[in-house]
């Protein structure tokens, strides 16, 4: 995430295609339904797992490929790596209320805004209720110094 | 399509068609593109692009919260708003394209309220959602991500479970 001031001009064009292509395919695979999604909590249909799998082999093919043989981004100059987070006790109860509140509504982030593309506007309560959260939840860390370092930010 | 399942008992066909009602290409079809739409944008800049931390970077343009502020978000901020804008966007060209229009949910408003609110809070404690963690993580290998998405998917499906049983529907 370095030189953000002088940032190549294909930088912000590739954003956009890179995540036209995520949300349609988000919509494609019927993830931006939260009933699909339900389905596969219920364990109705369990297609999500090939969802997620399939994102997950195809990035992971690049992203092995990319930090073995390649060596700085073009648009960027950042070196290749992978995606680390330090684990702690956050990481599981943070995917603990998570897995609560996916399994209350069915919506995941990515999956929300994909929605919203469908014209599923009754979504924008989900929305506004994971921005409710996440200022919740900063407000409350930005006021708890003792607790703070283990607030490490997600992509 | 027929031919690969000829090699399956008919107990293991019967269990298939159970487990996958709608069939299984959309859903790989599907995450290949998404697997695509991120990897696009790593090969060309190195980020691996999560969907949650769009919560906090846009919470800077409002909040003076020093914790929103911080130079991560700030200098990410803007090709954030962007990603997500163009998430909606490919998600609306796939409902012109293919997918008969619009569509809404019957999922009840208090669920997507109350979950919504319990996604914003997790996904920030355990440093990523299903797209960072269970896309770029579980990509990358990282125990991390698995211990967490192992997490959230337990907690997500005993969740549902209950709230079926409950009778809550849709």
Redesign the interface.
């Known amino acids: 995430m370095s030189a953000s001031d002088a940032r190549n001009p294909l930088f912000v064009p590739l954003i956009a295609v890179g995540g036209s292509l995520f949300g349609f395919g988000l919509a494609y695979s019927g993830m931006a339904r939260p009933e699909v999604v339900l389905d596969f909590l219920q364990l109705q249909d369990l297609g999500l797992l090939f969802v997620m799998g399939g994102a997950a082999a195809v990035t992971g093919t690049v992203i092995t490929l990319a930090t073995r043989h390649l060596d700085h981004a073009p648009l960027t100059g950042d070196r290749y790596g992978k995606r680390e987070r330090s684990f702690d006790r956050s990481v599981l109860l943070g995917g603990a209320v998570f897995g609560v509140g996916w399994g209350i509504s069915g919506l995941c982030p990515g999956s929300a805004y994909a929605s919203l593309g469908i014209g599923n506007y009754p979504i924008l309560l989900g929305i506004a209720g994971m921005f409710l959260g996440a200022y919740a939840q900063g407000y409350w860390r930005a006021y708890r110094q003792e607790t703070d370092r283990t607030a490490t930010p997600s992509d | 399509m027929l031919g690969q399942f000829d090699a399956l008992t008919i107990i293991g066909q019967a269990s298939f068609t159970g ?6 290409s ?31 970077s ?2 800077s343009y409002v ?1 003076e ?4 502020n ?1 130079a ?2 700030l ?2 901020r ?2 954030r708003l ?14 012109l394209l ?2 008969q ?7 009840r ?1 208090w ?35 698995f ?18 049983a409950l009778g809550v529907t ?1």
């Open positions: 487990l996958f009602p709608r069939g299984i959309q859903y790989a079809i599907g995450g290949v593109l998404i697997g695509l739409g991120v990897s696009i944008i790593y090969l060309g800049t190195a980020i691996t692009p999560g969907a949650s931390t769009f919560f906090e846009t919470l909040s919260i020093p914790r929103f911080r991560k978000y200098a990410t803007d090709w962007v990603f997500t804008l163009s998430m909606v966007a490919g998600a609306a060209v796939y409902a293919l997918g229009g619009g569509w809404t949910t019957d999922v408003p669920r997507l309220l109350g979950g919504g609110v319990l996604v914003g809070i997790g996904t920030r404690i355990g440093k990523g959602c299903t797209s960072g963690h269970g896309i770029h993580g579980l990509a990358s290998l990282s125990r991390t991500s211990a967490n998405v192992a997490t959230f998917m337990a907690v997500a499906i005993g969740t549902a479970l209950s709230m079926q849709p």
